[in-house]
């Protein structure tokens, strides 16, 4: 086997522990933030959720709810990474597997962007039913847009190579 496949044979197996270990400790804080401080660390940046967390006229349930779309998208996420890197470690870089991997990470990326929104209006829209001054602030990540552009080329790249290695072994 070729010294560089095996390189990143072993790359894509240690990726896939680091890959774990970071996800456990995300995991672990955010449990503890909320079960010790009665804080939420994951995808509560918008001040109208923090004002929501604290009133004691706001159902913390229902707060937990608005935010479980995106934490499950990033549970999805770490799984989905997790087969991707698998495939690597078994050498199938190119193979159809490996493929829909990689396009259910561009999906959920997608769908990651689509639930920030909706859930930044419903959070200002619960806001706005428990208090008079409210103003919901809609801001566009332009670097998760650009992302999902990238990784959708990378998807047209590895389609086109793997083509192109299908092309050669006919050849040969």
């Known amino acids: 086997m070729n010294k560089n496949i095996e390189k990143l ?8 522990w680091v890959i774990l ?10 449990g503890y933030s909320y079960l010790v401080h ?6 509560s940046n918008n001040g109208l959720f923090q004002a929501l967390w604290v009133s004691p006229d706001a159902s913390q349930t229902l707060l937990l709810l608005m935010l479980s779309p995106l934490f499950i998208t ?26 829909h ?8 990326k997608v769908a990651a962007l689509v639930i920030e ?10 806001h706005k039913s428990l208090f008079e001054d409210t103003r919901i602030d809609l801001a566009l990540d332009f670097g998760n847009i650009t992302t999902i552009l990238l990784m959708l ?3 047209y790249l ?7 290695e299908a092309e050669n072994k006919e050849f040969v």
Do not use: N, P
Not at 21 to 30: C, D, E, S
């Open 9 to 16: 044979i072993k790359i894509s197996a240690f990726f896939r």
């Open 21 to 30: 270990l970071a996800a456990t400790i995300v995991v672990v804080y955010l």
């Open 38 to 43: 009665d804080e939420i660390r994951f995808g």
């Open 74 to 99: 990033f549970l999805l996420g770490v799984y989905w990474l997790q087969k991707l890197l698998a495939y690597y470690q078994d050498g199938l870089f190119f193979s159809d597997e490996s493929m």
């Open 101 to 108: 991997c990689y396009l259910w990470l561009v999906w959920l």
């Open 117 to 126: 929104i909706l859930q930044t209006l419903g959070v200002g829209y619960y």
């Open 153 to 155: 080329l990378i998807v």
């Open 158 to 164: 590895l389609k086109a190579a793997r083509d192109f």
